[in-house]
C-alpha cells in the first residue's frame, strides 16, 4: 500500500480507537500518553492524510482517468454532444473539452492543502471527540463541513477559465451551453411546452462542474475513511507507534 494511503488509514484508526485507548490508559497505567497526546497525533495523522490526498488528485490524470469521480458534462448537454459529434472531428472536440475540465479540477487540486491544515490545526477536542463517536464518515464530514465554502472558491474560477475558452468557431463550452439552455427554456415555458410538462433547465454550469469536483474529492476522502476504518496498517509517528502499541497489548 502506498505511503500516502497508509498516513490517511492511520487517521481513522485513531478516531476509531481513542475511545478505547484512553480505557487502556487508566486501566494499565502502562503508558504516560495523554488525551492531548491523542488529539495531538489525531491532527498529526490528519494533516498528513489531507496533504496526501490533495496530492494524489492533483496528479496528472488524478480526475481525468479516475471513472468514479471523473467530471464530465452535465446530462442537459447530451443535445450539444449529439450535435456536434455530427461535425469533423467534433468527437475529439468533446473529449478535449472533458480534459481540460478535469485538469482545471486537478491544477486546484494543488493548492487545497492549505485549507485542509488551516482547518485541521483549528480543530478543538470536542470536534475530535465528536468524529471519535461519529458515523464511519465523521472525519470527512468533518472536512466538509470547515472547507467546502473555501474549496468551492478555490475551485469555480479555475473551472470558469476552461469553460470559457473558444474551442471552435470562437465559441466556448459555455457559450454553447448557454444557447442550448435557452433554447430549451423558450420551448419549456411556452403553451407547448408547458402542456407538454416541459421543466426549464437553469443550470449553472460552472457552479455545476465546480460541485461535481469538489463531489469527486470528498468522495475519495470517504472511501479512504472506511478504509482507515476497518483496516490495520502503519505507524508512521512514535507517538502513533505508541498509541496503537497500546491497542496490541490490549488484543493480544
Known sequence: MKKGIISFIVLLLIFSGCAELLN??????????????????????????????????SAVDGYFRDAAIK???PDEAKTIVDNISKIPGGDKLIQD???????????????????????????????A?????????????????ATYTDLYNLYKPKIQASTEKKIIGNISTKDSWNTLTSKWNTLANSIAG???????????????????????MFSKVEGEELKIRKEVSARVTPLLQKVFGTLDNKTN
Request: hydrophobic share 45%; glycine share 6%; net charge neutral.
Open 24 to 57: 487502556v490508559l487508566q486501566t494499565t497505567g502502562t503508558t504516560a500518553l495523554t488525551e492531548g497526546d491523542v488529539i495531538s497525533g489525531l491532527k498529526e495523522a490528519l494533516v498528513t492524510g489531507a496533504k496526501n490526498s490533495a496530492e494524489k488528485l
Open 71 to 73: 467530471i464530465l458534462l
Open 97 to 127: 473539452v472533458i480534459l481540460r475540465i478535469n485538469r482545471a479540477a486537478e491544477d486546484a487540486a494543488k493548492e487545497v492543502a492549505p485549507i485542509f491544515v488551516n482547518s485541521i490545526t483549528q480543530m478543538t477536542i470536542q470536534d
Open 129 to 145: 471527540f465528536g468524529i471519535l463517536k461519529g458515523a464511519d464518515n465523521a472525519a470527512t464530514n468533518y472536512l466538509r463541513n
Open 194 to 216: 408547458k402542456l407538454a410538462n416541459l421543466k426549464p433547465v437553469n443550470t449553472d454550469l460552472d457552479e455545476f462542474l465546480t460541485n461535481k469536483a469538489l463531489t469527486g
